[in-house]
Nanobody, 123 residues
Framework: DVQLVESGGGSVQAGGSLRLTCITSTYTTANNCIGWFRQAPGKEREGVARIATRSGTTLYSDSVKGRFTIGQVTANNTVYLQMNSLKSEDTAMYYC?????????????????WGQGTQVTVS
């Protein structure tokens, strides 16, 4: 089974930066794609960005395009989310998720395995 462990959340002022990290188990077809999602209180979970672990192809939501960057360090099975120019509306619990789909959309239902989440607060 794929396992995912997130870290890197915290509190930051608006305009600041944070880097989230997701450590996954050895790459298999079960984690063909790794994505980052977020959920604010009272809101639905939404996709932020995802990366295909073999091709490196990425996809971003319009709300973070140009501010967030998703990448991977294959040597240590790590996918990161570099978040710059943070806004108060970026405040949420952030989750890392994996899917066997090669090029899914950012719909949460397309991802099968989820981490526990890491909180990001922007004030």
């Amino acid at each position: 089974d794929v396992q995912l462990v997130e870290s890197g959340g915290g509190s930051v002022q608006a305009g600041g930066s944070l880097r989230l990290t997701c450590i996954t188990s050895t790459y298999t077809t079960a984690n063909n794609c790794i994505g980052w999602f977020r959920q604010a209180p009272g809101k639905e979970r939404e996709g932020v960005a995802r990366i295909a672990t073999r091709s490196g192809t990425t996809l971003y939501s319009d709300s973070v395009k140009g501010r967030f960057t998703i990448g991977q360090v294959t040597a240590n099975n790590t996918v990161y989310l570099q978040m710059n120019s943070l806004k108060s509306e970026d405040t949420a619990m952030y989750y890392c998720a994996a899917t066997s789909n090669v090029s899914p959309s950012l719909l949460p239902s397309r991802f099968q395995t989820w981490g526990q989440g890491t909180q990001v607060t922007v004030s």
